[in-house]
């Protein structure tokens, strides 16, 4: 059974929006020519309308260059899991499997426009979204008193991240006994 008849009638909009979803700038042609042949739309239609719609998806790539950077190794205090907030604002759909980790950096930024208390979660160099902002704003102001830039602590790789609980955390600032990384 060909599979023409089935993607008969799909709109150019919708092709170019779930090849931006999944690929961001960067469509691979093979993936073009496919859905090409799957829709009737030229390939030439495809790209254009991905062109148009590439810095609109909502998802913003960020990196962290980490050279010099000084980070602190929290993972042996008592933490409390949370859900990563904004994971598909960071990430293309095809990127999800890719970026979950074991370990996370969270990165205060107090310069941040929408929230001075916002958490970034980085796993490895990338971005992959925030702490919840309820939570970053008792966590916040304590990261900001350590001698780091960023924190090192664990978490799963469906994007929970395991955040030190504030009495832990305060200990640390107060006495200075977690391990430097």
Same mark, same amino acid.
């Given at each position: 059974?060909?599979?023409?008849?089935?993607?008969?009638?799909? *709109?150019?909009?919708?092709?170019?929006?779930?090849?931006?979803?999944?690929?961001?700038?960067?469509?691979?042609?093979? &993936?073009?020519?496919?859905?090409? &042949?799957?829709?009737?739309?030229?390939? #030439?239609?495809?790209?254009?309308?991905?062109?148009?719609?590439?810095?609109?998806?909502?998802?913003?790539? +960020?990196?962290?260059?980490?050279?010099?950077?000084?980070? =602190?190794?929290?993972?042996?205090?008592?933490?409390?899991?949370?859900?990563?907030?904004?994971? &598909?604002?960071?990430?293309?759909? #095809?990127?999800?499997? =890719?970026?979950? #980790?074991?370990?996370? /950096? /969270?990165?205060? &930024?107090?310069?941040?426009?929408?929230?001075?208390?916002?958490?970034?979660?980085?796993?490895?160099?990338?971005?992959?979204?925030?702490?919840? *902002?309820?939570? *970053?704003?008792?966590?916040?102001? /304590?990261?900001?008193?350590?001698?780091?830039? *960023?924190?090192?602590?664990?978490?799963? +790789?469906?994007?929970?991240?395991?955040?030190?609980?504030?009495? #832990? /955390?305060?200990?640390?600032?107060?006495?200075?006994?977690?391990?430097?990384?």
């Amino acid at each position: 059974m060909s599979t023409r008849g089935f993607y008969d009638g799909v *709109a150019l909009i919708r092709v170019a929006d779930h090849l931006v979803y999944d690929y961001g700038a960067d469509v691979p042609d093979s &993936e073009v020519t496919l859905w090409s &042949e799957r829709t009737g739309h030229s390939a #030439a239609a495809i790209r254009e309308a991905v062109a148009s719609m590439v810095g609109r998806s909502g998802v913003t790539r +960020t990196t962290l260059d980490t050279t010099g950077l000084r980070v =602190r190794d929290l993972t042996a205090l008592e933490a409390g899991r949370l859900t990563i907030a904004g994971v &598909e604002h960071c990430l293309m759909r #095809a990127e999800i499997l =890719r970026f979950g #980790a074991r370990r996370y /950096l /969270l990165v205060p &930024e107090p310069d941040n426009p929408v929230d001075p208390h916002a958490v970034a979660v980085y796993s490895g160099q990338r971005h992959v979204g925030y702490l919840p *902002a309820s939570r *970053a704003v008792g966590i916040a102001p /304590l990261l900001r008193q350590l001698d780091a830039d *960023a924190v090192e602590v664990t978490g799963t +790789t469906d994007y929970q991240v395991d955040v030190p609980r504030v009495p #832990a /955390l305060r200990a640390v600032v107060k006495d200075g006994r977690a391990a430097r990384g």
